[in-house]
């Protein structure tokens, strides 16, 4: 008797065996993803998958041939001046991609969604045979699924505030210039009307800020704001459309929740640390299908923000787990090094730029950390949320990180934070939501005074004196980092660091004060500087310029003020120093007329 197999089924063994082959990359180099290899073994032949392909190069092209005006913004290669200090301001990241390496994945019928420099490589609509395909080319270096990930849910996010346009829990008695409404628990819990009574209120700092759009923006509360002008894209749909809008994905209810909490100004009712700054807004999140958000969006929103210059990039955003049947990242990929958002994030930090993120509202667990990336980065500052009694929520993540580091690193308010009411044509506010995506905007508003008041300062600069300047520096844990941030102390050390005074000038209380019908102003210069001296009003807004960029060497000088020259109303002032471009100090003054 003879046994033997029947030809069809060897085959089909034959063809099994070959496609594992492919898959695999038995008998030459592995370039598939074990994640994506997974996908594929169980995905239909002709069924598209958004998957990353990773180049080994960017070809022949080097950094000192290429100039930075080329694909970077003015402002952008300003920041990186100030902050970059000793260092290159560009690098490899910065090249474009090969041209030729994407031409010839378009040419075998690839739809290319993305692109990044950073991360060297493009995302793609691909099918099977196709990845099976360009894996073979020698450019390639790896082919891996674009992760789509479930946002970690805030504890509530109900909407059911008060939108009829009345203060209900306005603070009448609070000891400050701004009458800041129900918002001053918020702020004074991490110390912002002493900061404000400063004159430090974010002036001339650029923040992105990352949501899933941004639904009220004709709020009163975003007036100063947008009259500085708001650049914006949505990295969803494809256009410049952060607003919501019938046949568009996403919705942008949370992104207005957020955007309030770092520059809402409207005094009475909300005000947020960082009103005077300047915004631009990315859409990067998809709401649709049980909130999936793509890591190609938030990525190369970075690469669009650096471009144009940004400061900081908050970002309430934490993703873990991600829409099924795909594989997601779990606890153990919390190290720093493996999700493909958290490596944007501190190239992002190394381009000079503060990255902001909330921890994520998966609460305790006493086995391992509850993170979401990218708020395991090693660069950024992960920020979690307390209760206005100042105790941990106990929905707000912990750590530590897989390779042990403390994280969160700070902490602000999470819990019924007063913020605009979304929804368009929305005139009221609201204090009913809650999260560590509350906490994460107000810390990143603290981060733009303090570079508002040291502009010199590097991201790594910003993150330590904001530690060291918290409730519980010297005893930091798991559950709250460093603890409590406490703006005054960041600021005032900002204002000390070394970089803070470059040849050492300092600006002396007007005398007398208050005055009327003048005050002089002295100024003391260790080294020649080319100064401004600006008048501003509590908004930063500028009335006059005492001094506008004249020239003095090395001493002592005393500038005389008469504001009855451009009609200035009695009230309360700042006076501002600027020396080569650079804010030095401010004071405070009383107009009486």
């Not at 570079?451 to 300047?469: F, H, I």
Request: with cysteine; glycine share 8%.
């Amino acid at each position: 008797m003879k046994y033997g197999i029947p030809k069809n089924i060897i085959s089909i063994l034959i063809g099994s065996f070959s496609a594992i082959i492919l898959l695999t990359g038995t008998g030459f180099e592995k370039k598939i993803s074990g994640r994506l290899d997974i996908n594929l073994r169980y995905a239909a032949q002709e069924s598209k998958h958004l998957v990353w392909i990773f180049f080994r190069d960017k070809g022949d092209i080097s950094v000192n041939e290429s100039d930075p005006q080329d694909f970077l913004t003015s402002r952008s290669i300003d920041r990186r001046y100030k902050r970059l200090k000793g260092s290159d301001i560009t690098d490899y990241l910065d090249l474009p991609l090969n041209a030729g390496y994407i031409k010839v994945i378009s040419d075998m019928g690839i739809e290319i969604k993305r692109k990044s420099k950073w991360l060297n490589g493009v995302s793609c609509y691909a099918s099977k045979l196709q990845i099976e395909m360009i894996s073979r080319k020698s450019f390639v270096k790896e082919v891996d699924l674009v992760q789509k990930y479930k946002r970690s849910i805030p504890l509530s996010e109900d909407f059911n505030g008060n939108n009829s346009g009345i203060n209900i829990n306005a603070n009448l008695t609070a000891l400050s210039e701004i009458n800041y409404g129900p918002s001053f628990n918020q702020a004074n819990l991490i110390n912002i009307p002493a900061v404000h009574d400063l004159g430090y209120t974010g002036s001339g700092v650029l923040v992105a800020s990352f949501d899933s759009g941004f639904d009220n923006l004709n709020h009163t509360c975003f007036d100063l704001i947008r009259e500085k002008g708001i650049r914006s894209f949505d990295f969803v749909n494809g256009d410049t459309i952060v607003a919501n809008d019938t046949g568009r994905m996403g919705t942008g209810a949370h992104g207005t929740l957020t955007l309030s909490l770092v520059c809402g100004y409207d005094q009475g009712w909300l005000v947020s640390p960082a009103f005077d700054s300047e915004i631009i807004l990315a859409k990067t999140e998809n709401t649709d299908s049980e909130t999936p958000l793509e890591e190609d969006n938030w990525i190369a929103a970075a690469e669009w923000a650096d471009s144009l210059g940004a400061d900081i990039i908050t970002s309430s955003l934490t993703y873990l787990e991600f829409n099924s049947p795909y594989p997601s990242y779990t606890w153990q990929d919390m190290d720093g090094n493996t999700a493909r958002i958290t490596l944007a994030a501190d190239i992002a930090v190394s381009k000079g730029i503060t990255v902001v993120v909330s921890a994520g509202n998966d609460g305790f667990n006493p086995d391992h950390n509850t993170l979401g990336a990218p708020a395991d980065g090693k660069k950024v500052i992960t920020v979690g949320a307390v209760t206005l009694g100042k105790i941990r929520a106990g929905f707000s993540s912990v750590g530590p990180t897989v390779d042990g580091r403390i994280k969160p690193e700070v902490m602000a308010l999470g819990i019924s934070n007063y913020t605009a009411f979304p929804g368009a044509g929305n005139v009221g506010y609201l204090n009913s939501s809650s999260g560590t995506s509350l906490a994460c905007p107000m810390v990143a508003g603290v981060c733009a005074i303090m570079l508002s008041a040291n502009p010199l300062l590097t991201p790594e600069d910003v993150k330590q004196l904001l530690l060291s300047s918290s409730e519980r520096t010297g005893q930091p844990d798991n559950l709250t980092g460093w603890g409590i941030v406490n703006s005054l102390s960041a600021v005032n050390a900002a204002i000390r660091f070394n970089y803070a005074v470059p040849g050492d000038f300092t600006l002396d209380q007007n005398f007398p004060n208050p005055f009327n019908p003048s005050t002089t102003i002295k100024i003391n210069l260790k080294k020649e500087a080319t100064l401004s001296v600006i008048v501003h009003d509590i908004t930063g807004k500028e009335h006059t310029r005492i001094v506008s960029n004249k020239f003095y060497s090395a001493g002592n000088y005393s500038l005389k003020y008469n504001p009855e020259s451009n009609g200035l109303q009695s009230g309360v002032y700042f006076y501002t120093l600027i020396a080569n471009g650079i804010k030095i100090d401010s004071k405070k003054f009383v107009y009486l007329k």
